[in-house]
């Protein structure tokens, strides 16, 4: 049964390593897409400025 144990423990570990590598994965990518929305925003911020630049000059 320790064997069972040792194995049964491996797993786990494969398991969590897993998961928190996932997690993080995760984590990174909803940083890289704020960052990329923040980026975003700040474009259509400008385009929107100069544009109403253009209107209204």
């Known amino acids: ?12 570990k494969k398991m969590m390593t897993k ?3 996932s997690v993080l994965q995760r984590k990174l990518m ?7 929305l923040k980026k975003n925003s700040e ?7 100069s544009n ?3 209107e209204n000059n």
């Open 1 to 12: 049964s320790l064997m069972k144990k040792n194995q049964m423990q491996k797993l786990y």
């Open 19 to 21: 998961l928190a590598k």
């Open 30 to 36: 909803r940083k890289k897409k704020r960052k990329l």
């Open 43 to 49: 474009t259509v911020k400008y385009v929107g400025q």
């Open 52 to 54: 109403f630049i253009k």
